[in-house]
């Protein structure tokens, strides 16, 4: 059973350029949530979904940012715009959701730098 | 509101000796789960326990154990003979009964494991 990927691991871009990240969920999960970390800081949720349904957005995830998840099985989250304040490490997670507890089991993450 | 803390920003001990890391948590759910995840310097986040409200009891897995007290909202984490693979980042999260799992995280807590 492989476990969550993301792709790129590392991402640098210019200040202003758009950026693209992928993850692949563990096989059958039916959630995937996306995270946001910042040196120093604990992860903090910024979307999920639920199959290909996002039910919650964090305020955290200003128009520029948007998620997808096609068909239900790998997201996609993109930033426009980028901004200097957007270098963050981006963290995917995925979970097997059957109505109560559930165990979020995360990517490798992506770290962008905005330069 | 949720709020997870993790007073202790970094530990340092020998190895073999035993660690204890802290965790208090806010919330005014009566139903909601505490973990804690090990963050190692390349960056993935590793689970390690999920414990729901109802289940005060405490648990040891190997050299891991935790104690759980409702009584002083705290989900401590004890590591006994230490070992220089345990230095990582350790997070302690709560995540609230509802339609949104979502995880809150402490700051985390950095353990270094000296030789």
């Known amino acids: 059973d492989t476990g969550v990927s993301q792709d790129p691991r590392h991402k640098i871009t210019k200040r202003g350029q758009n950026v693209t990240f992928r993850c692949d969920p563990i096989?059958?999960?039916?959630?995937l949530y996306w995270y946001r970390q910042t040196l120093g800081q604990g992860p903090e949720f910024l979307t999920y979904?639920?199959?290909?349904?996002?039910?919650?957005k964090s305020r955290l995830l200003s128009d520029r940012f948007s998620a997808e998840r096609p068909k239900g099985s790998f997201s996609t989250l993109e930033i426009q715009r980028t901004e200097q304040g957007d270098s963050a490490m981006y963290l995917c997670?995925?979970?097997?959701?059957?109505?109560?507890?559930?165990?979020?089991?995360f990517g490798p993450g992506t770290r962008l730098l905005v330069l | 509101a949720q709020k997870v803390t993790q007073a202790q920003t970094e530990i340092s001990v020998v190895e073999k000796e035993d660690v204890t890391l802290d965790c208090v948590y806010e919330?005014?759910?009566?139903?909601?789960?505490l973990f804690w995840y090990k963050q190692p310097p390349s960056g993935e986040l590793v689970f390690l326990i999920r414990?729901?409200?109802?289940?005060?009891q405490n648990e040891i897995s190997g050299r891991y154990s935790w104690n759980f007290q409702k009584s002083t909202s705290s989900f401590n984490f004890t590591i006994t003979a230490s070992q220089v693979v345990d230095s990582a980042v350790y997070f302690c999260?709560?995540?609230?009964?509802?339609?949104?799992?979502?995880?809150?995280f402490g700051t985390g807590t950095l353990l270094a494991v000296q030789p």
């Open positions: 997670a995925s979970s097997l959701w059957l109505g109560q507890q559930e165990t979020q089991y």
């Open positions: 096989s059958e999960h039916n959630r």
């Open positions: 979904f639920q199959n290909e349904a996002q039910l919650e």
């Open positions: 919330t005014r759910d009566t139903t909601y789960y």
């Open positions: 414990r729901n409200s109802f289940d005060e």
């Open positions: 999260a709560l995540s609230e009964d509802g339609a949104t799992n979502k995880l809150i």
